[in-house]
């Protein structure tokens, strides 16, 4: 079993759970001062989607249909659960054809406000109903999907049974406000290929963020985000077999709402050390670093129009540069509209499109890149 293979594909998979406690120090800071980007729900919603995203690197292509849907209870003021899910269908076709499909797994969590509604303490379940045990043709396709560059709505289907939990609490100063998270990811074994003697538990993860929100006139912020995130090794069976490096994430966010528009702008920063790899019976620091630096920028401008409906752009950027063996790198630049039209006072059609151009360097010489990313969904209020 080659660990640092298992490793790049289910470890880098859950960034985007880096960014919840800057999503937590938001809501919290909301929940204060009701101008925040991010605010609670006072009803339930259920938000039903359809994804396809496409991307084309020289003659290989590989394209998914994902469906994700999600549902969100606020209990009572206090108590607000969640539950998400994506199944999808992915194809790649190089030199022939691929395919991975099924059901995900499906995410139950929930966060709760406690002391005067300036803490909060948040929990999730990660419930293991998407596929995982994948044949090897089903593995190459997954370790595709996993590339951070492509954004995929549904990178993996299935990985075990993981349980999380944390805490974010927001501190009021005279012209900032100060927020703390610590959060806690214990992952369970699984089976990641078909037929595996053995399972391959990944190891657990420790985040601890710091966030400032600085509020301006006219319900105008700027919000500062850093989080690090510690990582236990992963074993096989009792055997410790791979260790990433632990990560350092900066983000910063502007939020600038008008009448006639209003200007979402994020700037995202995300370093690595050194992974460790099994020799012996020990773990040791790779030679070089595989890791490299990934930045990412999102503009998105709103434009509020007549009879309640929206129109939106967006551009974003995603710059990763090459680790120290000279590949892994990738600059892609993207640009689409979408609008938000409201059905009625209970529902809201939402759609977007966005084009991508760019380069991936693979150790040789860059290869040209395109994509495209089409959603349309639903925001019912139960």
């Known amino acids: 079993m080659d660990s640092p293979i298992f490793s790049s594909l289910y470890k880098n998979l859950l960034t985007c759970r880096d960014i919840l406690f800057l999503m937590l120090f ?11 980007v991010l605010e609670r729900q006072n009803k339930g919603v259920a938000m039903p989607a359809v ?15 994902a469906i994700p849907v999600t549902f969100s209870y606020p209990v009572n003021e206090k ?19 691929a395919s991975l499909n099924g059901l995900s797994d499906t995410r139950f969590s929930g966060n709760y406000l406690l002391h005067e509604e300036r803490v909060m303490a948040t929990f999730g379940v990660n419930l293991p109903s998407g596929k995982h045990a994948l044949k090897s043709e089903e593995f190459v396709v997954a370790n595709v999907l996993a590339l951070h560059a492509f954004d995929f709505m549904t990178p993996i289907l299935g990985q075990g049974f993981d349980i999380s939990a944390g805490l974010a609490t927001t501190f009021k100063m005279p012209t900032l406000v100060l927020g703390l998270g610590a959060g806690f990811l214990m992952r369970g074994p699984f089976s990641p290929i078909e037929n595996a003697s053995d399972k391959y538990n990944p190891g657990d993860e420790i985040t601890l963020s710091l966030g400032l929100d600085y509020p301006m006139r006219q319900k105008k912020k700027l ?25 350092i994430s900066f983000q910063a966010m502007a939020y600038m709402p008008g009448e006639r528009a209003t200007l979402l702008f994020s700037v995202r920063d995300r370093i690595r050390a050194k992974n460790k790899l099994a020799s012996g019976q020990d773990l040791i620091p790779e030679r070089q670093n595989s890791n490299g630096n990934e ?50 006072p209970q529902t809201t059609f939402d759609m977007e499109a966005r084009f991508y151009v760019g380069s991936l360097d693979t150790g ?9 990313r089409l959603l349309g969904g639903l925001k019912v209020r139960l």
């Not at 990763?320 to 509209?337: E, L, Q, V």
């Not at 040789?364 to 495209?372: A, I, M």
């Open 51 to 65: 994804s396809f995203q496409w991307w084309k690197v020289e003659e290989t292509k590989i394209h998914q249909f």
């Open 223 to 247: 919000m500062f985000d850093v989080s690090y995130t510690l990582y236990t090794a992963d074993k096989v069976e009792k055997n410790e077999v791979f260790q990433a490096g632990n990560r």
């Open 295 to 344: 930045i990412e920028i999102l503009a998105t401008l709103l434009l509020p129009q007549r009879q309640g409906w929206t129109l939106r752009g967006t551009v974003e950027g995603r710059f990763y540069s090459n680790n120290a063996y000279d590949a892994g790198g990738a600059t892609i630049g993207g640009a689409g509209i979408g609008l938000g039209y409201p059905l009625s």
């Open 79 to 97: 108590l607000q659960l969640n539950l998400a899910t994506s199944p999808a269908f992915s194809t790649l076709e190089s030199r022939g054809s």
């Open 26 to 36: 938001c809501i919290s800071v909301a929940v204060e001062a009701q101008t925040g």
């Open 364 to 372: 040789f010489d860059p290869v040209n890149t395109t994509g495209l």
